[in-house]
């Protein structure tokens, strides 16, 4: 069974920058879309950013110009986190999306410190 890991997480002093890194265990074939989330216990799951196969990315409203999102060819995705703050502390998560199914990651921790 495939699945994705992610990598990258830590502490961080606020303005600081951590990269976050998610592979798959296997191969997925016909990958629609990749996208990182976050959620912080009790909270709901908030969309950070997404990428498609053409290179079109879209940003969560609270993340625009401070991360970004890439990915490579061998189907890994990443997430650039700069000028982190405090409200960044979170649970990330990485996700597929393909026509055999959703693909979640076990999350990564991130937490910012003042």
């Known amino acids: 069974q495939v699945q994705l890991v992610e990598s990258g997480g830590g502490l961080v002093q606020a303005g600081g920058s951590l990269r976050l890194s998610c592979a798959a265990s296997?191969?997925?074939?016909?990958?629609?879309?990749m996208a990182w989330y976050r959620q912080a216990q009790g909270k709901q799951r908030e969309f950070v950013a997404g990428i498609i196969p053409n290179g079109t990315t879209r940003y969560g409203d609270s993340v625009r110009g401070r991360f970004t999102i890439s990915r490579d060819n061998a189907n890994r995705v990443f997430l650039q986190m700069n000028s982190l703050q405090l409200e960044d502390t979170d649970v990330y998560y990485c996700?597929?999306?393909?026509?055999?199914?959703?693909?979640w990651g076990q999350g990564t921790q991130v937490n910012v410190s003042e």
């Open positions: 996700s597929f999306v393909s026509p055999g199914g959703d693909y």
């Open positions: 296997g191969r997925i074939s016909g990958i629609k879309s």
